[in-house]
């Protein structure tokens, strides 16, 4: 047995991702399941000591590894006779994020535990919990396929306007429905039943917000917090562009930041990457609506690593490994001169089959406030794999203020769009 190096596992990959990887002094063996390995380069697959393959299927099923836990365990087991056993557990994404604790909590490896990592994923106990601490949450309730019809009842009657159908641990705005009124509510569970491991909720209305940041031993480090343009809720069901922008009046970010600290307290997410998601309603008050263990998707993360210089993805790494952080003193958004606000755009993909891009329209209007992008070429083939926000290019921005942030994504988002073909696949 090789202990010469300490054994470090990683849970989930995502090729993009793999220079945020520590590998360095340590042996890092990955557990992904087989669609993922067998798409990985051989560049990165050489880079791991070992690779276990999961059966799990390709979905977009966020529980879908947490149901492999025991193929985990024996893989690990097999991997600690060569490398040693794991000295840490690093969960990047969210469908990994609980696994990895229930492995963190066998094999006695420090990191977010179990029941932390529960209370991130799970949106019904989640706000029980931060409900208990005095932090305004939607009215909900937690509902399956045993609850009794006159049960969704007395929920349409305590909700006097629109109501929202949930899962209670998927994410990106996956699965959720919106109804009118309580009694469009109980038309929907006459005709369909209501799902197990589900919730229902009030409708807030006021500003989406999402807030991402690192906490190391209870004490946030970074911070960012944003607005909504598009959300997730209009990108899955609408295809309307996903994007937000950063809050450039100091007040509003303090009130944000406290908030945010009372939630990871209550939730005893101390050292960690966190993406918060929170209402700012019209009377300018501060709902929250949930919380993960992990750093932004769609373009968060690369956003805030080329305007404010701080990354995300690596600060998961360290933080799971039980590193230093790499952002040397506290900052926030409002300490990087010459930086008034930031913000990003993830334009949908309209269509749901593979095509094939042959014109890109807009980019003559990008504006100067762009400093960041991803977009296809010509030719290249798009939506060929199954992902949570298919997108048709996506942009980072810094600006002087808000208000221009936000004039320029809109510009963009109103502007850019592809021309594809559908691929022809050849008959076999």
Same mark, same amino acid.
């Given at each position: ?19 945020? %990887?520590? $590998? ?48 985990? %365990? ?14 840490? *557990? ?8 609980? /696994? ?47 609850? /009794? ?17 949930? /899962? ?12 009118? +009124? ?20 009030? $409708? ?53 930041? +406290? ?35 992990? $750093? ?74 762009? *400093?960041?992008?991803?977009? /296809? ?47 022809? %696949?050849?008959?076999?």
């Amino acid at each position: 047995m090789d202990t010469t190096n300490s054994h470090v596992v990683h849970l989930g990959f995502a090729e993009q991702h793999i220079d945020s %990887i520590e $590998f360095g002094e340590h042996q890092v063996s990955l557990l992904v399941h087989r669609h993922v390995a067998e798409h990985m380069s051989d560049a990165a697959r050489q880079r791991f000591a070992r690779i276990g393959v999961l059966d799990v299927p390709h979905t977009l099923d966020f529980d879908a590894y947490d149901q492999a836990l025991d193929q985990m %365990i024996r893989l690990i087991d097999e991997f600690a006779a060569e490398l040693g056993p794991p000295t840490a *557990v690093v969960a990047m994404y969210e469908h990994v994020t609980l /696994p990895a604790a229930r492995l963190r909590d066998h094999f006695g490896v420090p990191g977010v535990d179990t029941e932390t990592a529960v209370l991130c994923r799970d949106k019904v106990r989640m706000k029980e919990v931060v409900r208990s601490n005095g932090i305004r949450v939607p009215a909900f309730w937690a509902v399956d396929a045993a609850t /009794p019809y006159a049960g969704l009842e007395k929920i349409a009657d305590a909700v006097p306007g629109r109501l929202v159908l949930k /899962p209670q641990r998927q994410a990106g705005s996956f699965g959720i429905m919106v109804f009118r +009124d309580g009694a469009e509510f109980l038309a929907h569970a006459r005709a369909h039943g209501i799902p197990d491991d589900h919730e229902v909720e009030e $409708f807030v209305e006021g500003d989406v917000c999402h807030v991402d940041g690192v906490v190391r031993d209870g004490e946030i480090r970074f911070i960012s917090a944003s607005r909504y343009i598009g959300d997730c809720l209009g990108f899955q069901n609408g295809q309307r562009h996903l994007s937000a922008v950063t809050f450039d009046d100091a007040s509003t970010l303090a009130r944000i930041t +406290d908030f945010t600290a009372l939630v990871l307290k209550s939730l005893r997410l101390h050292t960690s990457t966190f993406h918060l998601e929170l209402f700012l309603t019209p009377d300018d008050e501060l709902v929250f609506l949930e919380v993960g263990n992990r $750093f932004g998707g769609a373009y968060i993360s690369d956003s805030l690593r080329a305007v404010y210089g701080v990354d995300l993805v690596r600060e998961s790494v360290l933080a799971c490994m039980g590193l230093p952080s790499e952002v040397g003193t506290v900052t926030g958004i409002l300490d990087h001169e010459g930086v008034g606000a930031s913000g990003w755009l993830y334009c949908a993909l309209p269509e749901s089959e593979p095509r094939v891009v042959r014109r890109i329209r807009g980019l003559d209007t990008c504006p100067d406030s762009v *400093v960041l992008s991803d977009i /296809p070429d010509i030719g290249q083939t798009v939506n060929d794999d199954i992902t949570v926000f298919p997108t048709a290019g996506k942009f980072a921005f810094s600006g002087a203020s808000t208000a221009e942030v936000e004039r320029d994504i809109r510009r963009l988002a109103a502007a850019y769009t592809l021309e594809t073909a559908s691929r022809r %696949i050849p008959h076999v």
